[in-house]
């Protein structure tokens, strides 16, 4: 019942946010027919343009049909590449995607061992330490610290290359290592966070009453934290590690500008210098429906492991 | 020590079995926030096994602190001196390893607060079943077995369906059983109950009371028992202590106290408690009788006997220093300057 | 005035503050006077390292980057105060008609700034330039339409607190609306969250503009704009590499200078509060 509930709300969520990225780009002022063919453009090829593009049919007619083509994986054309844009995306995936998850381990693993370990040490010197460090790390721009982390590891170092992907297939140990500098800068900034969050909530379960039955049974200070602590503090901060995504996704996008990565950020950037709206939209649309997705699966999952959240249905 | 050298323990007293329990000028200083209160000042009390000592005072006397102490689970700053030894082994120092392999397994204890005591993610029965796998190394099957047959003994419905619940399925009377489960399931020798029926409604209270009475009296268990429920106590006790700012100011058997009262305190506490007198009595209309003033925080008790400023038999005296403890009759001794004064205590 | 002294005694407040009174000074002082004017190319000068003439050198194109630091310490505060402006007069007004009404407004205001909360912000912002064009107008009110969401949650939880206490009973035993008790009963009692929460979105909302115009998206020429500045600093990084340190330094000593304050803020408005860290 919960589950449906959720599944609802998750697919009208997607719902809306095709409406929302549709809207935006609909009420774009002017003809996009005539932006792409540009000023020289006589009046007969921008109708037929238009006429081609489906550009003249009444605004929710346009809705659906992007919609339903979204739904059957039919992205349409793009206008700048004259390619597919499915395999455009495709073919950015293959960057986004293993960055985007590089990140995101880094991320994790940094941020629960630290958080961890600066609740075990509160309030000693250790906790103090780690919370000043998160404290800066929050404040850096991740792409300030990409150009630092350039700096230091292309330019002096020479270690790993300042940008560019030279693509799996060919050179596979150099694509990963171009994927280095991004993900770390992603992850400083995103563990800064999660970090604190972690911490945070650990110190709360730590002070609950459940915690000193656990000593009063006999277990020790490690066999608190792992089998009583780490269990009740995992909720709040799945919950905010689900909302963080939004923000590594967006940091993605910004990052591969740093690094001149061929993602789905630059591509997104390329259509929109060349006025490629169906890209946009098509680019913005699966990254909101990645955020919305994995929102819903980190619902479903604080409610498997807290079984107390399927009670309350909002 | 090689066997044949080996040091018998000098029993000094042998008409009197070991104390279980033996606390001695136990001091306890806290960190709170208006700075450090000494929650516990120089405890003295003797449990012999078997026996149900009743720990009796109104909240912040520090009777929580002292079972606190006892567990070695005192919060974080807090500074202890003086001896707690259990069986024989000295409590106060002793590695958290040492003090690991009592906890829930030779001392058990209940908490006051069936609503936050048990973890909400773990089902019942794995939290029951843990100091049985901690302690005694049970597989998991037959722990889950010994679980059920725990939470069977403390008469909660459905046992062996409650076993895969959750705490918030359950009522606040039920999880209390499930925690009693949890303190006795390795067979403690000493129970400690810190306000094991505060919280429940009053029916439940008398249920949950007479289970741990009935459960105490089967395995010959020692218990300490926290509560400033005076006739619940009453009901229970072999012996009773009163607490008051932190020192003990009276102990001794139920009845003496109960009936003697001799601290000015006892006397209050006990005259305070409502009464139900029929309608027509004599004197059925009276007014609650209460006693002046507000316990004080820990971190504000006037020097000397913490109640001092509240006591209407006040002396200079009573500031000077903490009164020694006087003996009144047989093991029955409270701390007050003015006791042995002719005609103080009718 | 006794607030004033636990203040001054806690030291991320103290730090803070002094980090935002600067940049609040640097940009108070742009108006007045800047070591050159910001805007003055000198080619011949260009990529200068820092000397007695330029404090912090020259960019690319000869620009003195002391004076563009300065100048752009405006371009920050403008975009934080409209920005958060703008999410805490309709986010509040919105969470205080939620907690007022309860019932289906509350319930639909709650459903839009949850779904809001699900799309990826800087995301929008860059739709919404690619769709209107670039520049420093259509980006503060991007970044300030993701703020009200933010601020609509927290006033709405802070104003149920309120509404369950006794006065406000009281208030309404006596017969009066609920605007008046939102306005002159509640919205008085949940000041000082909004306060703690707008210094953080102010920072967040500096962080958004400089990503913003380190794409290209934000602030646009010849007006300074530390995001700009770092991509351009990008550029000649093989050249001059401490043209990246300083304006990046400037976003995130600005940055942490706020949420300092902000966290400063939080202890010592609410007490109660203080137990979270």
Not at chain 1, 53 to 62: E, F, I, Q, T
Request: aromatic share 6%; net charge positive.
């Amino acid at each position: 019942m919960f589950f449906l509930k959720r599944f609802v709300t998750f697919i009208a969520t997607l719902f809306a946010a095709s409406v929302l990225i549709f809207a935006v780009q609909a009420v774009l002022p002017g003809n996009a027919a005539e932006v792409m063919l540009g000023t020289s453009a006589t009046p007969e090829a921008v109708q037929a343009l238009t006429r081609q593009l489906g550009l003249d049919r009444p605004v929710p007619v346009r809705y659906w049909r992007w919609a339903a083509g979204l739904c059957a994986a039919n992205l349409g054309t793009s206008v700048s590449y004259d390619t597919p844009i499915a395999d455009l995306i495709r073919e950015r995936l293959a960057v986004t995607v293993p960055l985007a998850a590089l990140a995101m381990v880094l991320t994790t693993i940094a941020s629960l061992a630290l958080g961890l370990y600066a609740a075990s040490q509160h309030p000693r010197s250790a906790d103090v330490g780690i919370m000043a460090l998160s404290q800066i790390g929050i404040a850096i721009p991740s792409f300030w610290f990409a150009i630092l982390l350039i700096l230091l590891f292309s330019v002096k170092l020479q270690w790993l290359p300042a940008g560019g992907f030279p693509g799996w297939q060919d050179e596979p140990v150099q694509a990963l290592k171009s994927l280095v500098l991004p993900a770390v800068a992603l992850a400083v900034v995103q563990s800064a966070i999660l970090t604190r969050i972690t911490r945070s909530a650990m110190l709360d379960v730590l002070r609950e009453d459940y915690v000193r039955t656990a000593r009063a049974k006999g277990l020790n200070r490690r066999q608190v934290l792992w089998r009583h602590g780490l269990r009740n503090a995992l909720v709040p901060v799945l919950t905010v590690m689900g909302l963080q995504f939004a923000n590594l996704l967006t940091g993605t996008v910004v990052i591969e500008n740093v690094f001149s990565l061929p993602g789905l950020g630059r591509l997104v950037f390329q259509a929109i210098a060349n006025r490629d709206m169906l890209v946009v939209q098509d680019v913005v649309m699966l990254l909101a429906g990645c955020v919305i997705a994995i929102n819903f699966v980190v619902d479903v999952g604080c409610a498997w492991v807290d079984p107390r959240l399927t009670l309350s249905a909002s | 020590m090689s066997a044949a050298g080996t040091i018998e323990r000098v029993d000094h007293d042998r008409t009197r079995p070991a104390a279980i329990l033996e606390v001695s000028r136990l001091t306890g200083t806290l960190n709170t926030a208006r700075g450090p209160a000494q929650a516990l000042r120089g405890i003295d009390l003797s449990l012999a096994p078997g026996q149900t000592l009743g720990l009796a005072g109104e909240s912040g006397c520090g009777k929580s602190m002292l079972a606190l102490a006892v567990m070695g689970l005192l919060p974080a700053g807090a500074q202890v001196s003086g001896s707690i030894r259990f069986q024989g082994q000295e409590l106060i120092g002793a590695s958290d390893a040492a003090l690991c392999r009592l906890r829930g397994n030779r001392i058990g204890m209940v908490f006051q607060e069936p609503m936050t005591t048990l973890n909400p993610l773990h089902r019942v029965g794995d939290q029951v079943a843990e100091p049985l796998r901690l302690h005694q190394g049970l597989s998991r099957a037959s722990a889950r077995a010994e679980a059920a047959r725990l939470l069977d003994r403390v008469r909660l419905p459905h046992a062996a369906q409650s076993l895969r619940a959750y705490p918030h399925q359950l009522s606040g009377g039920q999880r209390q059983r499930v925690t009693i489960a949890m303190a006795l399931a390795c067979g403690p020798d000493l129970l400690i109950a810190d306000e094991p029926t505060t919280a429940l409604d009053v029916t439940t209270q008398r249920e949950i009371l007479e289970l741990i009475n009935e459960l105490v009296a089967a395995s010959g268990m020692t218990l300490l028992m926290i509560s400033h429920d005076l006739d619940a106590l009453a009901r229970i006790a072999d012996r009773m202590m009163v607490m008051y700012g932190g020192s003990v100011v009276e102990s001794g058997p139920l009845d003496a106290v109960v009936t003697e009262r001799a601290h000015p305190y006892t006397r209050g506490l006990f005259a305070a408690r409502p009464r139900w007198s029929a309608l027509g009595e004599q004197g059925a209309k009276r007014r609650l009788q209460t006693i002046p003033g507000r316990v004080p925080e820990l971190a504000d008790l006037p020097p000397g006997c913490a109640f001092s400023n509240r006591c209407a038999w006040t002396l200079d005296a009573c500031r000077a220093g903490l009164p020694a403890a006087l003996a009144i009759g047989p093991q029955h001794e409270a701390r007050c300057v003015r006791l042995n004064e002719p005609g103080f205590r009718s | 005035m006794r607030w004033l002294e636990r203040a001054w005694r806690h030291p991320g407040f103290v730090t803070g503050t002094a980090l935002v009174g600067l940049l609040v000074g640097a940009a108070l002082l742009s108006f007045a006077w800047t070591p050159y004017p910001y805007a003055e190319l000198d080619i011949p000068h260009k990529l200068a390292p820092v000397s007695n003439a330029h404090w912090l050198g020259t960019d690319s194109l000869g620009r003195d980057i002391a004076s563009l630091l300065i100048v752009g310490a405006r371009n920050s505060i403008a975009v934080g105060l409209i920005a958060v402006g703008i999410g805490v007069t309709f986010g509040v007004a919105l969470g205080l008609l939620a907690a007022a009404r309860r019932g289906w407004v509350e319930e639909l205001i709650m459903r839009l700034s949850d779904f809001t909360f699900a799309f990826p912000a800087l995301l929008t912002a860059i739709m919404l330039t690619a769709v209107y064009g670039p520049g420093l107008a259509i980006s503060i009110v991007a970044i300030g339409i993701f703020n009200v969401p933010v601020f609509a949650r927290i006033a709405r939880s802070a104003a149920l607190a309120v509404w369950s206490r006794e006065f406000v009973l009281a208030s309404r035993a006596c017969g009066r609306g609920p605007w008046h008790i939102s306005l002159h009963h509640v919205l008085p009692n949940i000041m000082p969250v909004l306060i703690v929460q707008a210094t953080i979105q102010f920072a967040v909302a500096i962080l958004a503009e400089a990503a913003l115009s380190y794409l290209g998206l934000g602030t646009q020429p010849p007006q300074p704009s530390w995001g700009r500045m770092l991509n351009e600093a990008q550029q000649m990084l093989f050249q001059a590499p401490w043209l990246a340190v300083y304006p990046g330094l400037a976003i995130a000593l600005t940055v942490l200078g706020l949420n300092l304050m902000g966290d400063g803020l939080r202890d010592l408005l609410d007490p109660r509060l203080a137990r979270q860290r």
